[in-house]
Structures are given as structure tokens and as C-alpha cells.
């Protein structure tokens, strides 16, 4: 398909003469909206991932109607508004633009305005010290240029976009299927290499040798340079292996406390405060590192028992559903270290640990390849998308044909 520009003249407007800001109030009975960077504005209550609490009092909150613009002030620069589908309420922290040219086709414009141009736009107009307090005010974004083409031309490509958008869509959709299915057989690798074992008998009080939580104040010696010190978030959901950012610590020299948790080569790590569930083996670069407060190190009896093999039991469904049980109850969800102690462990000879962890290991690192691979596809496939809308938004893709 050519990328020339369509051949009948794109008028140039700004975004204020689109559209006037509106307020309209006092319609608690309708239904909630909000605004999503991925899906534009949605029903509130449609989204499962929503943690932000609707109040009780509405009364403020502001009314919507289809074809209204809502843009989510602190989130603009990160593609948080469109054109609403729904008539609904949102919240007065949200700009409500309604059209003043109703002519326009609502599918090309909410793609427009969605496209990674403006939103560059939207990004060099707000304000504040620092992205998290970035605001864009209508004063601003309404000196936005954009370029329209005309109705007939708007309609047909929305429909290009519409079938296009579909068919990424749908492979996307294919592909995080594919996601869920291998994660889901790895998880029944791990379930199975136990499986021959029986239930878990032994408490793992049996093999400890030292057991101990990081102590409290770390941040007063977090520096550029120095020891590595290991936090919860470092430690991984799905494997043994450590995560994330390193961030390290300058004791001075009159500290010792610092000693009691300095990790070894193989010492077991729990989180007992938050990811419950989580658990790590110590190698490497990790060595002589110090550990937080809210990490268990359970350091074992190596010849008794292989770290890894206890790791990747903790990771099957039987050791998850222990780490949460022992963390239930309370008002706060924490693991003691006497539950660390009472968890129960499958037994088998040290030679058949060895080997159970080694497969694991192996197995487990090709189904986690096949998802990172599956996930940079899918990564690429929104890209595409992203691409294609400001391609065809902008005129760049001829679509003369269908005009």
C-alpha cells in the first residue's frame, strides 16, 4: 500500500476549536467511568485490575455523553483519555471536553487523539516538577494543532483501522493464550517431578542450621557503591534466581549488625512480608550480600539436604498453598519464622534431590524461553498497532481506494 498522502487537502484545526470544556454535575445515579492509557473510557466496574476505590458521595462527579472527550489530567502524557463510547460519570479530577463540531467521525478522532503524536503533544504541554505530578490544563491543550481530512475520507479510515486494529488483536489475544497454557504446564513440571516423592513429611526444622531475618534501618547506608544489598523485590515469583535492581550499602566500620545476615553460597531465602510465596537460592555476585527485614535466610544442612531442591518444592502448588496458609489469620499478611520452620518438606536421598533440581532447572529455563520469546512478539504486535494508527491518522497511508 502506497504512503503518500491522500489526495484531497487535510484542514488544519486546533483541538479548541473542537471542542469547550463542560461541567456538568449532580447525577450520582449514573453509571461510572474511568480512563484507561489501553482501553480509552471504559465502565469503571468493568475492569477487575481497578484499585482505586469509587467514593460514596458522587455528587461532584461529572457527567459524560457519547462522543465527549475525557482526558485523565495526570496521565495525558501517557495516552490516558478518548472519546467516550458510554454515557456515565467520571471523576472531577478528569477534563470533560464536549464537541462543538459533531461532523467529525468519533472512531478517527479517539485514534488521533490516542496516536503517538499528540501524546508527544500532551507530554510537552503539561506541567509539573516531575512526571508523577505532570498535569495537562485545557488552556494548554487546546493550542494543540491537528490535521483532519474530510468526513467521507475520516469514515474509511476508521474502517481500515477498525479491521486492522482486529487483526492484531486477535494475535495478541492468540498469544497471551499461548502465555497462559505454557505457564500452566510449567507449573504442572514442577507439581509432577515431586509427585513420585508422596506428601510431604518432614518439618524443615529438621534440617536448619541458622535461620534469620534482616534487621531495620538499611536506608540510612544505601550508597552508589559498596555491598550489595538484597531487598523483596529482588527476590523472583516463578524461579530461584534473583531479580531486578541492585542497590547498594556503605557500612561504616562500626556497624556490625550487618554481619548476622550476610548471604552464603546456597542459602535459601523467604519473603515474609509481602509476594508471599517467593523464594530464592543464593550464587554468584550474591554472595556477601545483606539481606532486609522482611526476607527469611534459612541457611541449611548442605549434606542433608540440597537448598534447591527445597526451593523449587516451595514453588509447587503444595508449598505455595503452605507459605500462604502460614501467613493467614492475622491482620497483617506475615510469615513468623517458626512457620518457615513448621513447613513440610517431601524427603528423598541427596542424590535424588541433585537430580530433581537439575531437571527442574533445565526444563523450566526452555518453557521460560518459549514465553519471553511469545513476549517479545506480542511487545513488537503493539508496537505494529501503535505504528499503524499514527500512520494513517497522520495520512501517511493512501486510502483513497476506500474513501
Known amino acids: 500500500m502506497s504512503t503518500t498522502a491522500l489526495s484531497k487537502p487535510w484542514t488544519i484545526t486546533r483541538l479548541g476549536w473542537l471542542f469547550q470544556p463542560i461541567s456538568d454535575r449532580g447525577h450520582e445515579e449514573a453509571m461510572v467511568l474511568s480512563v484507561y492509557r489501553d482501553h480509552g473510557v471504559i465502565p469503571k466496574d468493568s475492569r477487575t485490575d481497578n484499585f482505586n476505590r469509587t467514593p460514596e458521595n458522587l455528587s461532584n462527579y461529572q457527567l459524560v455523553q457519547p462522543g465527549d472527550l475525557v482526558v485523565n489530567r495526570m496521565k495525558a502524557w501517557q495516552g490516558s483519555l478518548g472519546i467516550s463510547e458510554h454515557q456515565g460519570i467520571v471523576s472531577p479530577d478528569y477534563e470533560v471536553l464536549r464537541?462543538?463540531?459533531?461532523?467529525?467521525?468519533?472512531?478517527?478522532?479517539?485514534?488521533?487523539?490516542?496516536?503517538r503524536?499528540?501524546?508527544?503533544?500532551?507530554?510537552?504541554?503539561?506541567?509539573?516538577?516531575?512526571p508523577s505530578q505532570w498535569r495537562l490544563y485545557w488552556d494548554e491543550m487546546k493550542t494543540i494543532e491537528i490535521s483532519l481530512p474530510a468526513a467521507k475520507q475520516q469514515r474509511a479510515i476508521a474502517d481500515y483501522l477498525d479491521r486492522e486494529t482486529a487483526r492484531i488483536d486477535?494475535?495478541?489475544?492468540?498469544?497471551?493464550?499461548?502465555?497462559?497454557m505454557l505457564r500452566e504446564r510449567r507449573q504442572a513440571v514442577i507439581d509432577e517431578s515431586f509427585s513420585t516423592l508422596g506428601d510431604p513429611s518432614v518439618q524443615l526444622r529438621r534440617y536448619i542450621k541458622f535461620l534469620t531475618s534482616g534487621s531495620r534501618g538499611w536506608g540510612d547506608y544505601y550508597a552508589d557503591q559498596g555491598e550489595r544489598f538484597l531487598r523483596i523485590?529482588?527476590?523472583p515469583r516463578a524461579n530461584l534466581e534473583i531479580r531486578g535492581d541492585i542497590q547498594f550499602v556503605d557500612l561504616p566500620a562500626d556497624v556490625t549488625e550487618g554481619s548476622r545476615t550476610m548471604l552464603q553460597e546456597g542459602d535459601l531465602l523467604f519473603s515474609i512480608t509481602a509476594y508471599l510465596g517467593s523464594v530464592a537460592v543464593i550464587k554468584g555476585d550474591w554472595v556477601g550480600a545483606y539481606v532486609s527485614q522482611h526476607v527469611a535466610l534459612c541457611r541449611l544442612e548442605r549434606d542433608r539436604v540440597d537448598p534447591r531442591f527445597i526451593g523449587w518444592f516451595m514453588l509447587t502448588t503444595t508449598g505455595q498453598d503452605q507459605l500462604n496458609e502460614g501467613a493467614a489469620g492475622g491482620t497483617k499478611?506475615?510469615?513468623?519464622?517458626d512457620d518457615i520452620r513448621g513447613?513440610?518438606?517431601?524427603?528423598?536421598?541427596?542424590?535424588?534431590?541433585?537430580?530433581?533440581?537439575?531437571?527442574?532447572?533445565r526444563q523450566t529455563a526452555k518453557i521460560d524461553a518459549l514465553v519471553a520469546e511469545t513476549e517479545r512478539f506480542i511487545e513488537y504486535a503493539r508496537e505494529r498497532r501503535v505504528a499503524l494508527i499514527t500512520a494513517a491518522v497522520t495520512g501517511q497511508i493512501d486510502l483513497r481506494e476506500m474513501a
Open 233 to 235: 523485590g529482588n527476590l
Open 99 to 115: 464537541p462543538t463540531a459533531p461532523e467529525y467521525d468519533r472512531r478517527f478522532l479517539h485514534s488521533l487523539l490516542r496516536s
Open 333 to 337: 499478611m506475615q510469615l513468623a519464622l
Open 343 to 361: 513447613l513440610r518438606v517431601p524427603t528423598a536421598s541427596i542424590e535424588q534431590q541433585r537430580r530433581i533440581a537439575a531437571h527442574l532447572d
Open 117 to 130: 503524536a499528540l501524546i508527544d503533544q500532551y507530554a510537552l504541554r503539561s506541567t509539573g516538577i516531575r
Open 170 to 180: 486477535t494475535l495478541i489475544e492468540e498469544q497471551q493464550r499461548l502465555i497462559e
